[in-house]
């Protein structure tokens, strides 16, 4: 595994450095010491791991994660921080704490592989350079964070230059144009019904013919998002294949 | 029968007095059950229903309970009058010189034109006019009240009062509460503010003790000799937040050492990006102050004007006289832009913590100078 360490103090890079000596399997490729160059970092090297500090100069570990296209694998690593206490208790999200005790860390580490290993066994997973539906995008919403995996999202809605992104019971909003999703998203799941609306192919739950010879599509959710009659003839074609 | 004056306000005062006994009675059980049911805390619309119903109870009550006294008694000024009304009718018949006769029978429809029969006619209706009573065709008196519809507008007026009454017991019950419980609140929140201001003394943000220990912990292979000197910095630190319970001033000099302390170990943390100037006029060196004030001023200097920035900064420390006053200054780089509130845990404690201790001569004062700094002082009395 190739991993990056983002942390504004060298004593607590060095640190994490020398714990993960022990662990053969992960190799640390890159630091970075501040939320701008892990960003430049992450799309450079495109690591496997990342271990992120939270509180940074600048920008917080959280805001760096939204910027991303793709989120990697995050493990989090702070000191004691009772707002993103708060946020790893809500979402289950995979936290050290410093000093980062070893056999946490493995634990940590068997977790992360976990992961992995599901998402290889899996097909369609070919690297394209779109975002296909094991990806997932690290979305906030005030003091809620969530890594979310593409194939859990049912629409993307536009507003403004945000996007509202519906998983589970969530809605919050992403600063993503709709139009650089498109180009992002693999369209062979993701398919653009209208000026506002993006859905998830496999989340469609009915069909019904609209107005205009559009169509009016019935997510899992319970959202109805209409396709017009341009995007209605592609779907079908689309459909039909 | 007639009654005379002295008798009639007699009669009157009596019928007053029962009727102001039962509306005694019928409030009082009013408020008893208001209160039973507690009804500040029902929702508006059931306590309008209270309302009605609380009326139209009470309304019942001293209606009926008056009237039925006040025949039992037999004290009603209304019967009393009725009476009265009857000698009048009498005196009157005998005025019109129609007593003995049967002039009662000499209605217009039933007698022809005579003009003696019109005048008995205009003598039973002048009676009945002026006292209500008549006789009927066998001779005997009879009584029709004068003032239809007077039932009417009783209960209309008694509910009326009834209403206002219950209206003013709840809005002035309702106002009584409400100054209570603002009472209450601010009682506890003084004594939440006096516990906060306790705790704040030991108060050490978790954040830098588990930063610490953890720079310490990568210092151990890179630099031994800096991790032993860390350690007893921490520990000087933690043991002097402890102690810091038990006093109410420290002179600066031992302050200073736990800033220091403090500041070696920040350093130790961002490295170069942290500077660090000292100012100090030795004469203030025996001072006394607050304890763990200025630490907690120089962590709100690291914490905003350091760690937020990616090229750090510098922390700047001053202690004169100033005339009268000791003068405390931090300084550090970086801006005030509103963050005050957000944080403003330590700013407010500090406030607190100088008021309690000098109450209200020593002075706190945070602000932004020369664009690019941000520096908060605190002004104490010498010879407090």
Redesign the interface.
Known sequence: MRAIIID?????R??LK?LLLEFPEVEVIGEA??A?EGIDKIESLSPDLVFLDI?M??KTGFDMLTELESAPHVIFVT???EYALKAFEVNALDYL????EPKRLADALTKVKQKDDEEEFSPANVRTGLLGEHDQVFVKDGERCWFVKLSEVRLFESVGNYAKVFFSTHKPLILKSLNSLEERLDDKIFFRANRKHIVNMRMIDKIEPYFNGGLLLELHGGEKVEVSRRQAVKFKEMMSL | MYLKPAEKARIFFIALFIEFCWSIFATHLLRLSLKKIKWMYLPSKKVIMVFIAGVTLTGLTVYYGSKATALLTNTSLVEYEKQEDLSKAINREKELNVAGTDYYLSTPENLAQDSSNLNFTAAAISIKKSTGWYRNNSGEWQYEDRRKGRFWWEIIFTFILVALWLLLYMVWHFVEKNRNDQVDKLTLEKTVKELEVKTIKSHINPHFIFNSLNSIRALVDENPQRARKAITELSNILRSSLQAEKMETVPLHKELDIVKDYLALEQMRFEERLKVELEIDKATLEQPVPPMMLQTLVENAIKHGISKNIEGGFVKICSEFKGDNHELVVQNSGQLNGEMNEDGFGISSTENRLRFLYQGKAHFQIKNVNGSMVESKVTMPVNY
């Not at chain 1, 504004?8 to 607590?12: I, K, N, Q, T």
């Not at chain 1, 704490?97 to 980062?100: I, L, Q, R, Y």
Request: aromatic share 4%; charged share 35%; net charge negative.
């Open positions: 504004d103090e060298r004593l607590a060095n640190e020398k010491a501040n701008n509180q100069p600048g000191a004691y921080d704490m410093k000093p980062v």
